[in-house]
């Protein structure tokens, strides 16, 4: 089954055999457009390409070897927008391109019999997203984004391959374009800088918390009330070029955003709880663009009766593609195997990085003790890029396209935001050997491999990692099991024996405004454009002194005497 999500945005396509994920990826690291395309119903024909023949090459497929393609949107469910009280006039030409799906992808699949796609509701594939994905065979399911085909939510739950829908929030209320609405508002791209707004709020004082509750609210049936206010009667709309400078981090925007931040957790909780009610269930799955505010998971995993929590790395839309080909599959009656981890998209063979590295010309080594090597880097306060595997499927970096460095260093955070060219007010998240997370962690799960929680830092190691602790004393960890990612947990062991922090600083391999990087030429692009001292590329080490050194003019004999 190949799973594709094109209507709105993070294009995506995902392959399914036999119950198990092969390959999944989305379009913008192929096309190296961030985020794919923008939602708009103009772009909405545009599928993603690149990212389906991939996954068909992945598992040595043809369009004709299919047994059915899952489209994540049921154009029958769909209703005009002016039905759902929400002003967008051209919402029909988006109706219109879903329902012509088919013949789009037969004519970007050559081989492919329309009749073998498949539209599943949007919301469904957001929900298999989460529980056919997960370790569990039975949890309750939590969807809460910003629209599908006539709503903004959906509350259920999956006993093996069976979805029982327990309530769904008809638009126009949602939380998904609430938070949209509030990221525009504050000058950031929306449908794309929702985290940004997250990040924000740490910075402010919930002063419009109370005026908020009085509209915003769960209701007894399992759905809420969203009404999108004025915000300007709270805040002033910010000039999207204008630059946020630091004083403006605890001003009016901040407070603003901390005031909706809040708000979203309370009713997120009151939703999970309610689900709880209804099925005592000990697992809670959940997707959704929603479920990437990492903040409000942590909140759902304290203050509500389920015993585990479970966020589908990929919870925006790009995590419907594998939804809509898992639910399809188990409708086949195929067995849906858990998905094996994050790393599911293009990966390369140590030989094979060898041979961009040649091809580049670029100086490399490739050592002995590789996690040595890097530790020695990262311990004198060196930034590493780190590229191995397969890449990740979804928003965060995980040790696969990663840039590491030295927690211990305070001003590391400032520096990473301007290699990145990132806002300053923006943290950078710590990666932690799984066995050691409990002493510098608390009040969220663990192990949390996929970075969709905040946790507290532990006072006392404050001071000690202090570059990844943000404002409010938290951060959004990644659990690192050696076994799972073993030269990367060699590293995270040579590091501590030189400093005695199980830490590293991780943040994605990429700069701002682009897509992390996915191929060796992203690496070796960004490699050559970014003050990072390192590149790592499977078992090689690239330095930069070394890669500089070969490229003066003298040792090129260009300029100078031979």
Excluded at 72 to 85: I, N, V
Excluded at 238 to 265: K, T
């Amino acid at each position: 089954m190949l799973g594709v999500n094109a209507l709105f945005h993070d294009p995506s396509a995902a392959l399914v055999v036999d119950g198990q994920v092969v390959a999944a990826a989305e379009e913008e690291r192929f096309s190296r457009r961030k985020h794919g395309k923008r939602p708009v119903p103009f772009a909405a024909w545009e599928l993603p390409e690149l990212a389906m023949r991939w996954c068909l090459r992945q598992a040595g497929l043809r369009p004709e070897d299919l047994d059915a393609v899952a489209y994540s949107f049921d154009p029958a469910l769909a209703r005009p927008a002016a039905a759902m009280g929400l002003e967008d006039p051209w919402d029909h030409l988006r109706l219109t391109y879903a329902e012509r799906a088919p013949q789009f992808l037969a004519a970007a699949l050559p081989g492919l019999d329309p009749a073998n796609v498949r539209f599943v509701a949007h919301h469904v594939a957001h929900a298999a997203s989460g529980a056919l994905a997960s370790p569990h065979r039975r949890s309750s399911v939590l969807v809460l984004d910003g629209r599908g085909e006539h709503a903004s939510h959906l509350a259920g739950r999956y006993v093996g391959a069976e979805l029982e829908v327990l309530a769904s929030q008809e638009l126009p209320h949602s939380l998904g374009l609430l938070y949209e609405s509030l990221t525009e508002h504050l000058g950031f791209l929306r449908s794309s800088d929702e985290y940004k707004v997250m990040a924000l709020a740490s910075y402010g004082t919930p002063r419009h918390l109370e005026e908020l509750r009085e509209t915003v609210r769960a209701t007894d049936d399992g759905g809420f009330r969203a009404p999108i206010p004025d915000w300007a009667r709270w805040a002033p709309p910010r000039d999207r070029d204008a630059r946020l400078e630091e004083e403006s981090w605890r001003g009016a925007w901040a407070d603003l955003a901390c005031s909706v931040q809040a708000r979203l957790e309370e009713v997120l909780v009151d939703l999970a709880r309610w689900v709880h009610a209804q099925t005592g269930d000990r697992v809670l799955t959940m997707a959704g663009g929603t479920a990437l505010n990492c903040v409000a998971n942590s909140r759902i995993w304290r203050e509500t009766p389920f015993e585990e929590v479970w966020v589908q790395p990929a919870a925006g839309d790009a995590g419907t593609a594998l939804g809509a080909a898992l639910q399809v599959a188990a409708g086949a009656g195929e067995e849906p195997v858990p998905m094996p981890g994050a790393g599911l998209g293009r990966g390369w063979s140590d030989d094979e990085l060898a041979g961009w590295l040649r091809g580049a010309a670029v100086p490399f080594t490739t050592p002995d003790d590789l996690a040595e090597e890097v530790a020695d880097v990262l311990a004198g306060n060196g930034v590493v890029a780190w590229f191995e595997g397969r890449s990740e499927f979804g928003p965060r970096a995980l040790g696969r396209r990663s840039l590491l460095a030295n927690p211990g260093v305070a001003a590391n955070l400032e520096r990473l935001n301007e290699v990145k060219g990132r806002e300053q007010f923006r943290p950078v998240a710590p990666m932690v050997l799984a066995d050691r997370a409990a002493e510098i962690f608390t009040d969220g799960p663990l192990p949390s491999p996929y970075m969709l929680f905040v946790h507290t830092v532990r006072p006392e190691w404050r001071e000690r990692i202090p570059a990844v602790v943000h404002v409010d004393g938290t951060a959004r960890i990644q659990t690192v099991d050696p076994a799972d990612q073993p030269r990367l947990g060699a590293a995270l062991r040579a590091f501590e024996r030189r400093t005695g922090l199980p830490v590293v600083v991780n943040t994605s391999l990429n700069t701002a405004g682009r897509p992390m990087v996915d191929d060796p030429r992203d690496a070796l692009e960004l490699f050559g454009s970014a003050p990072v001292d390192a590149l790592v590329m499977g078992p090689h080490l690239v330095r930069r002194a070394a890669l500089f050194a070969a490229a003066a003019p003298e040792a090129v004999g260009i300029g100078g005497a031979r």
